[in-house]
């Protein structure tokens, strides 16, 4: 991957830690990278929901943030 790249957390579970510290020691791919390599393979899975759908990006607009609660 190349260009400029953008801090953020990520909070991962214990299990997941260590298996993706795991698949860095077998593959040497930095653990950035396998990152990286998991959001594009989620938003090829959810591809269909960022076809543009003007009604509910205006709705969104007037949502207040869902700060990680489950609904």
């Known amino acids: 991957m190349v260009g400029r790249k ?3 957390t990520v909070y991962l579970t214990p299990e997941q830690d260590s298996r993706l510290k795991k698949v860095h020691l077998r593959t ?4 950035a990278e396998l990152v990286r390599q998991g959001v594009d393979l989620v ?3 959810y591809a ?3 076809v543009a759908d003007p009604v509910a ?4 607009a ?3 943030p869902n700060r ?4």
């Open 6 to 8: 953008v801090a953020t």
């Open 28 to 31: 040497r791919l930095a653990v």
């Open 43 to 45: 938003l090829e899975r």
């Open 48 to 50: 269909d929901a960022l």
């Open 57 to 60: 990006d205006a709705k969104a």
């Open 62 to 64: 007037f949502l207040p």
């Open 68 to 71: 990680g609660r489950r609904t």
